[in-house]
């Protein structure tokens, strides 16, 4: 069973930054889709970006130019680098697992297997 363990939430100003990092245990394969997705309460969740053992890295608009994800298959870690954050930003942040290749240029396209427990980030204006 794949276990997916989120840090490096926190509270910043707007124009900071902050690097996610996600941690998956247990059986993981380096060609899964890999996404960071996002979630306000009372509002529908936003996959942010994804990337899969292929080569596709894909983003939504909103973050793109701004956020970088990226994974370290050594060591079994995915992480998002969030530049020039803004308070729109302002979320808690799931790591998410997809069997099989991202097959689509939207991070919003899967409903996502296995899910991490969430790291929060604030942006404060």
């Known amino acids: 069973q794949v276990r997916l363990v989120e840090s490096g939430g926190g509270s910043v100003q707007s124009g900071g930054s902050l690097r996610l990092s996600c941690t998956a245990s247990?059986?993981?394969?380096?060609?899964?889709?890999m996404a960071w997705v996002r979630q306000v309460p009372g509002k529908a969740r936003e996959g942010v970006a994804s990337?899969?053992?292929?080569?596709?890295?894909y983003y939504a608009n909103s973050v793109k130019d701004r956020f970088t994800i990226s994974q370290d298959n050594a060591k079994h870690t995915l992480y998002l680098q969030l530049n020039s954050l803004k308070p729109e930003d302002t979320a808690m942040y799931y790591c998410?697992?997809?069997?099989?290749?991202?097959?689509?240029?939207?991070?919003?396209?899967?409903?996502?297997?296995?899910w991490g427990q969430g790291t929060q980030v604030t942006v404060s204006s």
């Open positions: 998410a697992a997809d069997p099989g290749y991202c097959y689509s240029d939207s991070p919003d396209a899967y409903e996502y297997k296995t």
């Open positions: 990337i899969d053992g292929y080569g596709g890295i």
């Open positions: 247990g059986v993981t394969g380096t060609s899964d889709c």
